[in-house]
């Protein structure tokens, strides 16, 4: 029990009272003190089921999902049959990624009421989250025998067969949901991204739209929208729906990388920077934006910025094959040339047979004058090889054409032959890296 002492009138009195008074609570003390105050009041003896479930309900929906489970089992264990308990139960294992919980509280409910076809939409939920999605499919198609109009069943399934890569299934699925109901803005956008990826963009931008009517603020219709809209070459309208996803959702860096990657490709370099600046920010283990960033600070010749970047790059994905080439070959422009090998052989042992970084490596040696590394790293570059054996084949062929001689080049070439014939085409495969 509390007690409380009071000081004596006059201002002494209020003096001292205020001198003792404990500061405001936090936020998260009040948190802490309404949890004491619950659980001193409901005493499992006096507060009946229905109260419990209540607070359960509450604290599920402000996603305090400890506190609900809390609850749910206290019902559980005065009444283990209780249908609505038990949905909201497994709801909360969900929530907390016990799937194999998840579906064991579906399935008791499933065992009460057979015909409840929610249970079933659960479990394959939970089926999907644990990666068996063939699983998932088997029991949203029963879901839908028991009831064929369930949108969101229908949706769920479609997203199914998306995962499965069986596009045709799942816009038809789509089709099914959107037909039971048409203001289903996830139904729409992800029919967009499934006909887009089968190439019917104008298809797709008519449901991101459609997306967009239902929910005007759906940050990733409006990004989806720009892409194909800079796919189309409409720069200037993607970059107002780039910006309109932004606005939306100011933490979405995708849509800071696409913008940026919009501006660079009209040559706004420094508001590409500034974009790349922003999905960094937005997520500071974005690799891709500093790798970004570094390509365009190494195009403006900002060596030591590309270089930080770069690192940056790497150090939030050590495998990110493409930082370490251009990290070569900024350290390369930097005069830094042991360095630049380094990063060069180090991408090559993530991808052997990645094409720039054999060129690279191969110019590097041939400045050094070592012929036969350099060649040999040139013929381990098939692309390259074949590329630099069809242009000679072809200029023979336009030398011939000219009356100017009758050479012909063979269909292959060893070291020494392709060692040779560089120099003669040296200006196009410094172009072509």
Known sequence: MLSVRRGGGGDSG??????????PLTPRQHQQLRSVVESLLLDPVEVDEGTRLEIAKQRYSTGDYRAALEHCNAVYRA???????????????????????????????????????????NIANAWREKGDVDHAIQFYAHALRLQPTFADVWTNLANAYTLKGHLNQAAECYRQALALDPHLADAHYNLGDVLKAQGLYTEAYSHYLDSLRIQPTFAN??????????????????????KEAINCNPAFHDAHLNLGNLYKVIGMQHDAIVCYQNAARANPENAVAYGNLGNAYHEQGQLDLAILNYRQAIHCNSSYVEAYNNLGNALKDAGRNEEAIGCYQTCLVLQPSHPQALTNLGNVYMERNMMDIAASLYMANTYRYNWIVCTLQQFSVNLQTAGICDAKVPNTLNFGQLNVLYFFISCWTLSFC
């Open 14 to 23: 209020a003096a001292e009272h205020d001198a003792f008074r404990p500061p």
């Open 221 to 242: 219709a409006w990004n989806n929208v720009a892409g194909l809209l800079m796919h189309w070459g409409d720069f200037n309208k993607a970059v107002v729906y780039y």
């Open 79 to 121: 009444n283990p049959r209780r249908l609505d308990n038990l949905l909201l139960l497994a709801a909360v294992y969900y929530q907390l990624r016990e799937f194999d919980m998840c579906i064991a509280k579906n399935e008791e409910a499933a065992a009460i009421q057979p015909n409840l076809p929610e249970c079933f939409n």
